[in-house]
T-cell receptor, first 113, second 113 residues
Framework: DQQVKQNSPSLSVQEGRISILNCDYTNSMFDYFLWYKKYPAEGPTFLISISSIKDKNEDGKFTVFLNKSAKHLSLHIVPSQPGDSAVYFCAAPRGSTLGRLYFGRGTQLTVWP | GAGVSQSPSNKVTEKGKDVELRCDPISGHTALYWYRQSLGQGLEFLIYFQGNSAPDKSGLPSDRFSAERTGGSVSTLTIQRTQQEDSAVYLC???????????FGPGTRLTVL
């Protein structure tokens, strides 16, 4: 059962524009969400997180929005740069933030010049 | 400070053979996780160690899979009688210092012929 879903396997954006990556979840008990970025042949690296007590968290050019009623979150990257090209995973922990993570299948972002 | 390391980086084996994959977590991290990523899939949880507590083995796909963590540090994931469907990238992550973030190693790419 896919409790965290990323329905777009790929996204292509021109350099300088905004990239919007989407994530949906089914488990209403999730109260903390993370985004990871993965380059080929490397492990995922933590990018940004958000707690369910917030609806927005910003870190530099990365902003994550959370819509609890819709069980939806999105990652905005602006401005997008070729170095941002990677696979982005949405994840949520079961129970406390200390437990295992449920991951989406990822979205391959390609930023072209 | 060193990150999470994994060895080998690549492993090719024949069907039916046993393999051992190693993970060295970040020093001092008390939590250690194993995930795997099959082609086109998200990260699938396998097992979670937290300090001296009994591990959460709920993600192990069959009894051919086992893992141990010696001395609260290094962990070894063992797959017995490997099958072609075991081919995947096996990722290890650790967490500690009171933080919520899991830090991933580069993974071991396992190919079962």
């Amino acid at each position: 059962d896919q409790q965290v879903k990323q329905n777009s396997p790929s996204l292509s954006v021109q350099e300088g524009r905004i990239s919007i990556l989407n994530c949906d979840y089914t488990n209403s008990m999730f109260d903390y969400f993370l985004w990871y970025k993965k380059y080929p042949a490397e492990g995922p690296t933590f990018l940004i997180s958000i707690s369910s007590i917030k609806d927005k968290n910003e870190d530099g050019k990365f902003t994550v929005f959370l819509n609890k009623s819709a069980k939806h979150l999105s990652l905005h990257i602006v401005p997008s740069q070729p170095g941002d090209s990677a696979v982005y995973f949405c994840a949520a922990p079961r129970g406390s933030t200390l437990g295992r993570l449920y991951f989406g299948r990822g979205t391959q972002l390609t930023v072209w010049p | 400070g060193a990150g999470v390391s994994q060895s080998p980086s690549n492993k090719v084996t024949e069907k039916g053979k046993d393999v051992e994959l190693r993970c060295d977590p970040i020093s001092g991290h008390t939590a250690l996780y194993w995930y795997r990523q099959s082609l086109g899939q998200g990260l699938e949880f396998l097992i979670y160690f937290q300090g001296n507590s009994a591990p959460d083995k709920s993600g192990l796909p069959s009894d051919r899979f086992s893992a141990e963590r010696t001395g609260g540090s290094v962990s070894t994931l063992t797959i017995q009688r490997t099958q072609q469907e075991d081919s995947a990238v096996y990722l290890c992550a650790s967490r500690g210092g009171g933080g919520d973030t899991q830090y991933f190693g580069p993974g071991t790419r396992l190919t079962v012929l």
